[in-house]
């Protein structure tokens, strides 16, 4: 009865006693006692003081269709434990071989299929939560096979007693205990021959890897339980920490985000604070050492993530999203009045006058109409581009310069465009325009043009 005790001094802990439930019952003796400890519950807040309070439950089955008669056996025995006890039961039927076949492995499709259906049901039924009948070696398995994955601090956790609408309220009780428990209830239960073959990883951790270990530790699987009770705190503590570091060192600029790195130099362990403050945008534990080396590397240098490029830009690490799109020309006619792209918007329209210099933004530029030739080309700008910026008495200078000079960022480089007409550069858009379409005294017929980056 040590057993049951404990069960529901956990329901009142973690407040679950005051929950609806749906219980995942496979037939198994975990989930088979799991149930019998719910009702034995539901039984005993019953005579209590303050009755039930809310707290209800229901069974749900996922028939996998997976091992023949023994699937239709497993919830043949489930629904008859659920009529017995005067337990509402669910059941879902899946065509799992017909999915895998499609989707491939096996565990990944049926687990995505279970939870999908539990969670659907939740909402159905309005109930809170889902209950799985995960124990302690359950838990220390999961632990063991992220720490020789290499997952990090957060895995080193094992399972969560919650997480999300999902509950394992027998986390923290070991086989054992539970079988003992089954033994003294009459539970009846099934078992999966499938959970004897060494096929799965986590059947190679509980058949092989545990064992040996309890053969020369034999208080092994508490023990490891007890310190991812700790390794959860620590994390709590980590996760604190490097949050203190991302306020102190990120910054957002427009859809961008800007590291110092004299300041980010100087932080210590500085190896796990790139990581964690890189990892949310793609960075992979193969991909550190690289990262590391950048923060000594030439301005300009990077590497890509994902969806990310982490960007070294003289004395700042920039992270920036990998945009697409960049490489279309698009023809402009004469009478083409606004042009809208996911990256910018290009305005134009005829004026009688210029304003004063001090009016005109970086952003605009007044042309000649008269030394244009139409269709004008608009496209990114590349390696050999060049001009005569105006102002400068018509010196040549590459594109590529210009934009050192100005110290244009790299990832912004890669955005910048230019327009051509007659394959003689007229404006680098936003930035600079060409001393051979400059407006003069006897300029008539002048062209204005608004270049506007979007998603800044």
């Known amino acids: 009865m040590a057993l049951f005790e404990s069960f ?25 006692c799991m149930a019998q400890l719910f009702a034995n519950a539901k039984h005993y807040f019953t005579k209590s003081p303050y009755g039930l309070a809310g707290f209800d439950f229901v069974i749900a089955h996922c028939n996998f269709q997976l091992r023949g008669a023994d699937s239709e056996q497993d919830a043949a025995l489930v629904k008859e434990w659920a009529t017995v006890n005067g337990v509402p039961y669910y059941q879902n039927t899946f065509d799992t071989a017909g999915i895998v076949a499609e989707e491939g492995n096996v565990q990944l499709v049926a687990r995505r299929l279970r939870y999908e259906w539990f969670e659907a049901l939740r909402k159905e039924l309005k109930f809170d939560y889902i209950a799985t009948a995960h124990h302690q070696q359950d838990s220390v398995e999961t632990l063991l096979m992220n720490f020789f994955k290499g997952t990090g601090i957060e895995g080193l956790h094992g399972i969560l007693p919650e997480k999300g609408r999902v509950i394992r309220p027998l986390l923290t009780f070991n086989k054992t205990e539970l079988t003992a428990y089954a033994t003294l209830e009459n539970i009846s239960w099934r078992e999966d021959v499938s959970n004897q073959k060494t096929d799965y990883l986590r059947n190679k951790v509980r058949l092989e890897l545990l064992p040996a270990i309890e053969h020369i530790f034999p208080n092994a699987v508490n023990s490891i339980y007890q310190n991812s009770l700790r390794f959860g705190e620590i994390e709590q503590l980590y996760k604190q920490s490097i949050q203190g570091y991302r306020k102190k060192l990120v910054a957002q600029r427009g859809k961008d985000l800007y590291i110092p790195l004299r300041k980010l130099v100087h932080c210590q362990p500085l190896a796990t604070i790139v990581y964690e403050l890189l990892k949310p945008f793609g960075l992979g534990p193969g991909q550190l050492p690289d990262a590391l080396q950048l923060i000594d590397s030439d301005s300009g240098r990077y590497i890509n993530f994902d969806k990310y490029r982490l960007l070294k830009d003289r004395n700042f690490f920039i992270i920036t999203p990998i945009e697409a799109g960049y490489s279309e020309n698009i023809l402009i006619e004469d009478r083409i009045t ?45 390696m050999g581009d060049y001009l005569y910026p105006i102002g400068m008495g018509m010196k040549k200078k590459k594109v590529k310069k210009l934009l050192i000079d100005l110290k244009i960022p790299q990832h912004e480089k890669e955005q910048v465009w230019v327009l051509e007409s007659n394959k003689k550069i007229v404006w680098v858009c936003g930035i600079r325009s060409d001393e051979r379409f400059k407006v003069g005294p006897a300029t008539k017929d002048i062209l204005h043009l608004h270049f506007q980056k979007n998603n800044t």
């Open 338 to 382: 606004h042009i809208e792209r996911e990256q910018f918007t290009l305005k134009s329209k005829r004026v009688d006058e210029m304003p004063k210099p001090a009016q005109i933004t970086t952003s605009e530029a007044y042309i000649d109409a008269k030394a244009l030739s139409f269709p004008l080309l608009l496209r990114p700008w590349r």
């Open 8 to 32: 529901t001094a956990n329901l009142e802990q973690q407040e679950w006693r005051y929950a609806k439930v749906i219980l995942a019952v496979s037939g198994g003796s975990d989930s088979m």
